[in-house]
């Protein structure tokens, strides 16, 4: 019995340590405030909505559309999935009333709880089978009717009147009757419990059969060493229907607390989803294609960090990038260089965990593991220091990353003279194409974004940040070659010579 | 020669060895061939293989008696049954000194059995293992004839036959108790149905996946609690002619060990806890070799490393760097200079470890080797606990050299490093001519590291070897220690190289 919303086959691993550089994408992407949204204060749907996008950075393509079928349902009965939530929490409150309580090291104690505690949650177990049919709700999804298909298999009604019989045998009103075999230091083991045979023979040559007379022993009513030894003896027998009866209830125990795990993430997904749709702002499922393929398509992308941010109107942004191993951004300061870099990469970790984007439509391709590559503008220190900073982190990446990998570069090795940095960035980039790892790279290192300009590679893509002529930025980022300057001349005026500006709420 | 010991030719040489463990040669704390030892024998504690190691061997032969197990051993399924033969010994061992501990006859008695039957077990398997095994060495063929005539006389057939017999009638025993409240009754079994079987397959759809085993550990005392005792007692009168028999084997079989077998499993460790040395080595392409065993002045050795630093890295997951070693055509004495923690002093120790491993008939560091049979390896380092009376130490040091150069014959080996550093450099300089020349007056041969470079080309039996830089990045050290004069140059760090981002280097590091 599995709640499998989001794994065909598998349980969601919600333990599973984030991925090594996961911290990298958490900050250089800003994830924080769209986790706080999907949260609204629940704890779990945070922590599981922050598994699920970080460990994401691994995906497949038919996880993904089992995902997005799961989420179009949850998206048009959202009170259904949150009354699931409801009874899937409350399996913890008839955990916490007992069973648990008890010292686990002895059967006799174990059997006793999960006795207990398995007649308690049958009951739910039931609630949970009607409630679809109750609510009349018929969902699309694989996923969610296979759900309730199983359960409405597994627990039918004989089925339940069955384990209830067990339950009241194994309270044991009249003692047990065990087997057991010498062994080892003249030990006794092997301690199977069994079914007590009626016994046909006449009483009369029981009592006769004096060569096997049974031996029979009463303890001291104040012998309490005795009675603990005994009940160990006891417990020896007892212990393999205990772990039966332990592992079931541990077993259904799992089950609720996997339902509740895994509804959290679509919980996360409906309250993003529902204040998105109070802006206005437009959502789709992204087409997720194979990660040997390369593909970055998008109209109306926008960053969901600045949205969140802003609570309002962002500048949105079109690519066709098919084919397109590398994509280097050039251009003006502060034009939505980081804002589009880190729109692609919030956008590539929604669509493989499974989620909706922030955009009118979206394909892409999937990468085998994501990485971020920031320049640290906190990190103080001597410039060298910086740089070697840089290099270790990249030097981390090398460590982790494998073909079909995407990585996002910003303003990366900048921390030294042109002419080195560029260098080093150089061949960093080559040696990571000639090992098929997808490139996004903000610079404005000049001999850098040219040098690889004049290759003509065919794979290459350069776009920039659009910049009129008077000067001012549109946010968009269209297609262009790298040009010799920056523009920081444009951020110095507008400091230095106090020109009205438009639309100051861009940041980059 | 009739087999008597696997390390000694000897059987008066294995006596001696048994009887008067050595204590640590003095030379062990310089060469720190007590921490190399160390990371071998500690882990078998119990069989006290030190003093076979502070025993050096006197001739060609008694080295040769060794190579020869140390050769047999190299097929890994041979090591791997004289292991599972020792641990089986261990057991036999542990459950002996637990039979003594019980205290209900019944139990002791049952003990005993066993213990008996691990032994024999051990026996049996052992000698099927030598058997099966391609054996060249005079210690471990004598070995296994010796065993095979014992496991075919009568008292161990005997032996063997009863414990057996006994332990197998009592396993098949098997009885019903019915607990109800603080009474129990035993019975003979009736076979009746396993009740956890029936509720396991009615629970069996929520068994499914990773749920943990409750398993309840319950703890195994080896003693009996008096319920477990009185439940065996009623078996017993269920049962008793097996338990008659239990009684009889006891009184039977009381001294059951052999005595040379007990002697193969105590040597055989010394040969099992240095090969575990050496498989460590291998695994990181650090090899071992035969050595040859010279009688003239010849050294050469190739890709020798000082065993305690290897292992020291190794734990780090680092390999140690190999060094070559030579003395030839007349060359006496390897004089050593170039930059501090270049590898220097653990180039001293390595040829210092080299010949005395030699001399316990091991296996050498170093991936060919012809050492010398030298009667005693002499070392002189620098003792820092001396510091605080400067004129002190240098007249100490004089005295523990001259000390040296009395007791050193012809045939020995003398390793210095760093003496007179505590003194001016005109007094380090004349007293190291004399004393080299008083050395190479007695012919000794030997290592000397020291920051005096003159003392490199004193004499035309002096080889001057230099530890060495990486001469693109001058701040590493190689730890090669090479022939040939001083030399070295500053180049400037790549940092992108440091950090392995080169292009090449990232291809490498990223498998295609």
């Known amino acids: 019995m599995k709640a499998y919303l989001m794994y065909k086959d598998r349980d969601f691993d919600a333990q599973r340590p984030l991925p090594l550089m996961g911290q990298d994408l958490l900050d250089d992407l800003e994830l924080g405030g769209m986790l706080e949204v999907m949260s609204a204060g629940d704890d779990l749907v945070l922590d599981i909505a922050r598994a699920a996008l970080l460990g994401a950075v691994q995906s497949d393509c038919d996880t993904i559309i089992y995902r997005q079928h799961i989420l179009n349902d949850a998206l048009q009965h959202p009170q259904f999935i949150r009354d699931l939530y409801a009874l899937a929490i409350s399996a913890q409150e008839i955990r916490k009333k007992g069973y648990w309580g008890l010292s686990l090291r002895h059967p006799s104690g174990i059997l006793h709880g999960a006795v207990e505690f398995i007649g308690n949650i049958i009951p739910l177990l039931h609630q949970i089978r009607t409630l679809a049919s109750k609510a009349g709700v018929s969902f699309q999804s694989e996923g969610l009717r296979r759900l309730f298909v199983t359960l409405e298999e597994e627990l039918s009604d004989d089925y339940i009147a069955q384990v209830q019989q067990h339950l009241k045998t194994l309270k044991f009103r009249h003692g047990f009757v065990m087997s057991a075999q010498i062994g080892n230091g003249n030990k006794g083991r092997h301690h199977v419990i069994r079914t007590p045979k009626p016994d046909t023979r006449q009483w009369i040559w029981r009592v006769l059969d004096q060569r096997h007379p049974p031996q029979r022993y009463t303890l001291a009513p104040r012998d309490e060493a005795g009675a603990r030894a005994l009940s160990e003896l006891g417990d020896r027998g007892i212990s393999l229907v205990a772990d039966a009866l332990a592992q079931a209830s541990e077993h259904i125990m799992n089950f609720f607390t996997m339902l509740r795990t895994e509804l959290a993430f679509y919980i996360g997904c409906i309250n993003l989803h529902e204040r998105l749709a109070t802006d206005g702002l437009p959502v789709c499922m992204p087409v997720p294609r194979v990660a040997e393929e390369r593909d970055l398509s998008f109209t109306g992308l926008a960053d969901l960090g600045l949205i969140l941010a802003l609570g309002g109107h962002v500048i949105p942004n079109d690519l066709v990038a098919n084919d397109r191993e590398l994509i280097i951004i050039t251009g003006a300061n502060q034009g939505g260089k980081s804002s589009f870099l880190r729109s692609v990469g919030i956008a590539q970790l929604m669509m493989q965990s499974g989620m909706f984007v922030t955009a009118t439509r979206f394909r892409a391709n999937l990468c085998k593991g994501l990485y971020t590559h920031y320049k640290r503008e906190e990190d103080a220190g001597m410039e060298s220091g910086k740089f070697d900073e840089e290099l270790k982190r990249m030097s981390q990446i090398i460590d982790l990353i494998s073909s079909d990998a995407l990585v996002l570069f910003n303003e990366s090795f900048a921390a030294t003279n042109e002419r080195e940095g560029s260098e080093i960035a150089r061949q960093i980039v080559n040696a990571l194409l000639s090992r098929r790892i997808k490139i996004l790279f903000v610079s404005h290192q000049f001999e850098f974004s040219n040098g690889l300009f004049q290759l003509g590679l065919p794979a290459a893509l350069f776009l920039r940040a659009q910049r009129q002529a008077d000067g001012s930025r549109t946010f968009k980022i269209i297609e262009g070659e790298p040009l010799q300057t920056s523009y920081g001349l444009d951020l110095y005026r507008r400091i230095f010579d106090e020109e009205p500006q438009p639309d100051t709420a861009h940041a980059s | ?512």
């Open chain 2, 1 to 512: 020669m009739p087999y008597y010991s696997v390390l000694f030719r000897e059987p008066s040489a294995a006596d001696a060895a048994w009887a008067y463990p050595a204590a640590e040669p003095e030379n062990f704390v310089d060469l720190n061939l007590d921490q190399a030892i160390r990371h071998a024998i500690a882990p078998r504690e119990q069989y006290d293989l030190a003093p076979f190691f502070h025993t050096p061997l006197q001739t060609p032969d008694d080295i040769a008696y060794r190579h020869e197990v140390f050769r047999d051993m190299e097929t890994p399924s041979l090591v791997h049954d004289l292991e599972r033969f020792a641990e089986a010994m261990r057991r036999m061992r542990t459950h002996a000194e637990q039979t003594a501990k019980l205290r209900h006859p019944l139990q002791k008695q049952r003990w005993f059995a066993e213990t008996a039957e691990i032994y024999c077990k051990a026996c049996l398997e052992l000698l099927r293992a030598l058997m099966s095994a391609t054996l060249r060495s005079r210690a471990l063929v004598g070995f296994r004839d010796c065993l095979d005539q014992y496991l075919a006389s009568p008292r161990f057939v005997s032996l063997y036959g009863t414990a057996q017999e006994v332990l197998r009638s009592l396993d098949a025993i098997t009885y019903n108790m019915h607990i109800d409240g603080l009474t129990f009754t035993v019975t003979n079994f009736c076979d009746e149905a396993d009740y956890s079987e029936i509720i396991a397959s009615t629970f069996e759809k929520f068994r499914q996946g990773e749920v943990k085993t409750h398993g309840a550990e319950f703890r195994d005392y080896l003693d009996m609690n008096h319920i477990e005792t009185k439940v065996l007692e009623f078996v017993a009168e269920l049962n008793p002619a097996v338990f008659e028999r239990l009684a009889e084997f006891n009184v039977q079989f009381e001294d059951f060990q052999d005595k040379a077998v007990t002697r193969f499993d105590r040597e055989i460790q010394f040969y099992l806890a240095y090969r575990d040395l050496i498989t460590r080595f291998k695994a990181i392409e650090r090899e071992f070799c035969y050595p040859d065993i010279s009688t003239e002045k010849t050294v050469r050795c190739v890709n020798g490393f000082d065993l305690a630093l290897g292992w020291a890295l190794l734990m780090n997951d680092e390999r140690v760097v190999c060094n070559d070693v030579s003395l030839e055509n007349g060359e006496r004495v390897v004089v050593v200079t170039g930059p501090n923690q270049g590898g220097k002093t653990t180039f001293a120790r390595m040829f210092g470890q080299l010949h005395y491993l030699a001399l316990l008939g091991c296996p050498v560091p170093a991936s060919s080797a012809t050492l010398y049979l030298c009667d005693r390896i002499f070392t002189h380092f620098e003792r820092q606990e001396d510091i605080s009376n400067l004129s002190g130490k240098l007249q100490d040091d004089l005295v523990r050299i001259r000390r040296i150069l009395d007791e050193a014959t012809p045939s020995s080996i003398v390793i210095m490093n760093e003496i007179f550093t505590s003194t001016t450099l005109a007094d380090a300089m004349f007293l190291s001519q004399h004393v080299l020349e008083r050395a190479m007056a007695l012919d000794l041969i030997g290592v000397w590291v020291t920051f005096i470079d003159e003392i490199a080309s004193e004499h035309p039996r002096v080889v001057s070897m230099i530890s060495t830089v990486d001469p693109h990045q001058p701040t590493r050290r190689t730890f090669k220690v090479v022939r040939g004069p001083a030399e070295g140059m500053a180049h400037a760090l790549s940092l992108a190289a440091k950090y392995g981002l080169t292009y090449d280097r990232i291809r490498e590091r990223i498998a295609s």
